[in-house]
């Protein structure tokens, strides 16, 4: 019985010890995954007002590791003017309606530059079902909004008349001169 015991044991320390081997396997690779799309997580606790956001998001927003604030007052001063109140409405909407939220804005960050991110998130209640925090991630998305304005850049400028249609067949991005043909206007 005592050798049974002792096996039992040696056995659940194995097995504990592969587990924290794939919990810190499994942790590296999701560090990795997200530098490498140049993404951060973020955590919102609403009962206390506070954001944690990881190293990777504190650089994308251009924070020092460590440094940001921690308060969702210093995460709402890094939105964009023009997009804050889209945003804050976006993150009150998805609370109200107890749903996870996305969201593309623009944050300007300490030393002036603007710079375009994606930000998902999802909802956890607490144990009365009522709102709790929200987890996320956040991508910098800059270079794809930049290539989309030049795209629509080069439609405009374009010598003939240009129609995109999604997969749903609903234009999406017309030019002028197209309206000129069709005679609708864009948002017609």
Same mark, same amino acid.
């Given at each position: 019985?005592?050798?049974?015991?002792?096996?039992?044991?040696?056995?659940?320390?194995?097995?504990?010890?592969?587990?924290?081997?794939?919990?810190?396997?499994?942790?590296?690779?999701?560090?990795?995954?997200?530098?490498?799309?140049?993404?951060?997580?973020? #955590?919102?606790?609403?009962?206390?007002?506070?954001?944690?956001?990881?190293?990777?998001?504190?650089?994308i927003h251009g924070f020092a590791p460590g440094s940001f604030p921690g308060t969702f007052e210093a995460f709402r001063n890094?939105?964009?003017?023009?997009?804050?109140?889209?945003?804050?409405?976006?993150?009150?909407?998805?609370?109200?309606?107890?749903?996870?939220?996305?969201?593309?804005?623009?944050?300007?960050?300490?030393?002036?530059?603007?710079?375009?991110?994606?930000?998902?998130?999802?909802?956890?209640?607490?144990?009365?079902?009522?709102?709790?925090?929200?987890?996320?991630?956040?991508?910098?998305?800059?270079?794809?909004?930049?290539? #989309?304005?030049?795209?629509?850049?080069?439609?405009?400028?374009?010598?003939?008349?240009?129609?995109?249609?999604?997969?749903?067949?609903?234009?999406?991005?017309?030019?002028?001169?197209?309206?000129?043909?069709?005679?609708?206007?864009?948002?017609?």
């Amino acid at each position: 019985e005592h050798a049974a015991l002792l096996e039992r044991d040696r056995a659940a320390r194995h097995d504990a010890e592969r587990a924290r081997r794939e919990a810190e396997t499994a942790t590296e690779q999701l560090r990795v995954a997200l530098e490498a799309g140049r993404m951060g997580t973020w #955590e919102y606790t609403m009962r206390t007002g506070t954001v944690k956001w990881s190293p990777g998001l504190e650089a994308i927003h251009g924070f020092a590791p460590g440094s940001f604030p921690g308060t969702f007052e210093a995460f709402r001063n890094e939105i964009h003017p023009a997009d804050r109140n889209h945003v804050l409405q976006a993150i009150g909407q998805a609370v109200k309606e107890r749903r996870d939220h996305h969201v593309e804005y623009r944050i300007v960050r300490a030393d002036g530059s603007v710079r375009w991110v994606e930000g998902r998130g999802q909802l956890f209640l607490d144990d009365a079902q009522q709102p709790d925090r929200m987890v996320g991630v956040c991508a910098d998305v800059t270079e794809r909004k930049q290539a #989309e304005e030049r795209f629509r850049m080069a439609v405009e400028a374009a010598p003939a008349a240009m129609i995109m249609i999604d997969e749903r067949g609903t234009i999406v991005l017309i030019n002028a001169l197209t309206e000129q043909l069709l005679g609708y206007s864009r948002h017609e």
